[in-house]
Every structure is written in C-alpha cells, then in structure tokens.
C-alpha cells in the first residue's frame, strides 16, 4: 500500500490499536500491521513520532513499565483521545462512504 494514502489517518490508526489497553512502541507496530493484513507495515521513523506528537496533545500519556522482563514505554489513550478516536471514526466513515459512492459506480452511467 502506499504511504501517501495515510497521511490524514495515521493518528486515528495509532489511537485505534491502543483503545483496547496499553501497548509499546514496537507492539504498536504489530497491532496495525497484524489488524490491517500486513497493509500498513509502519517503519518506526514514522510511529515513534507521531506518538510523541499524540502524547504532546494529550491524547496519549506514557509510562515506563517491565515486560518480559524488558523496559518498556507503554503507551495508552487518555479520555481526550478515546474522544478525539471516536471523532476520527466518524470523519473516517463519512470520507470513506462518499469515496465509496464515487469509485464503487460500475460502470459510471454514460454521458450525453
């Protein structure tokens, strides 16, 4: 998939895989690639930023924990990012329903 067709919805993904509990970086990773079928493999020059930019915003907050006996940063949603979630679900719903509208027309009617 190409990457320019993320770009306006990295932040909701990254939301999304973190609405059912906290994860780490490279865990975040995972969950998109594995719930997206291997589509969104994100490199973590593209990850670790944008959730540093999320935390900034307060949609996210941080906390170093032990897992598997590593340190790691988890990362989980605040209620300003369950909110701004549920907002990015619904700007995604409507774009994808008038996409939807244009390109699932075959064939287009046509023209006089």
């Known amino acids: 998939m ?3 067709l993320l770009k306006g919805h990295l932040d909701g993904l990254l939301l999304a895989v973190l609405e059912p509990h906290p ?3 490279y865990a ?3 969950a998109v690639r594995s719930a997206s079928t ?3 493999d994100l490199p973590t020059g593209t990850v670790y930023p944008a959730l540093h930019r999320l935390e900034r915003a307060g ?10 006996g590593r340190r790691r940063r988890m990362y989980r949603l605040t209620a300003a990012g369950v909110a701004a979630l549920s907002q990015q679900r619904t700007i995604w719903h409507q774009f994808a329903t008038a996409v939807d509208a244009v390109l699932g027309r075959t064939p287009w009617p046509a023209t006089p």
């Open 38 to 40: 291997g589509a969104f």
């Open 2 to 4: 190409r990457p320019e």
């Open 23 to 25: 994860l780490h970086g």
């Open 28 to 30: 975040v990773i995972d």
């Open 59 to 68: 949609l996210i907050v941080s906390e170093d924990e032990v897992v598997g």
